[in-house]
């Protein structure tokens, strides 16, 4: 297994609940339908977009964003897309 390197450097395990969830938030934002069947195909469609930027069985929290955002895209879930982009906004200007 890998590990994700935080935002402040933070390393920590990887964890795909963590996707589902941020996922399962953006969808219950835009208020759309889904089975946690869906949502854990998402999920592992974001990992299997993200592979190939994991060095040294790292990768950063950004690159998994980055491919969270792209996978809803993707898949059709552009409001959610949008959605999710915004949850993490406030948290990264109040890191600036």
């Given at each position: 297994?890998?590990?994700?390197?935080?935002?402040?450097?933070?390393?920590?395990?990887?964890?795909?609940?963590?996707?589902?969830?941020?996922?399962?938030?953006?969808?219950?934002?835009?208020?759309?339908?889904?089975?946690?069947?869906?949502?854990?195909?998402l999920a592992?469609?974001?990992?299997?977009?993200?592979?190939?930027?994991?060095?040294?069985?790292?990768?950063?929290?950004?690159?998994?964003?980055?491919?969270?955002?792209?996978?809803?895209?993707?898949?059709?879930?552009?409001?959610?897309?949008?959605?999710?982009?915004?949850?993490?906004?406030?948290?990264?200007?109040?890191?600036?």
């Amino acid at each position: 297994m890998f590990q994700v390197i935080k935002r402040e450097g933070e390393i920590a395990d990887f964890t795909l609940t963590k996707i589902s969830d941020a996922i399962m938030k953006a969808l219950n934002d835009t208020k759309m339908q889904y089975s946690h069947d869906e949502v854990d195909l998402l999920a592992l469609r974001v990992t299997a977009d993200f592979q190939g930027k994991v060095k040294e069985d790292r990768i950063p929290t950004q690159e998994i964003k980055n491919s969270v955002e792209k996978v809803l895209k993707q898949t059709g879930y552009s409001k959610a897309a949008r959605a999710f982009i915004l949850y993490g906004k406030p948290r990264e200007e109040h890191m600036r």
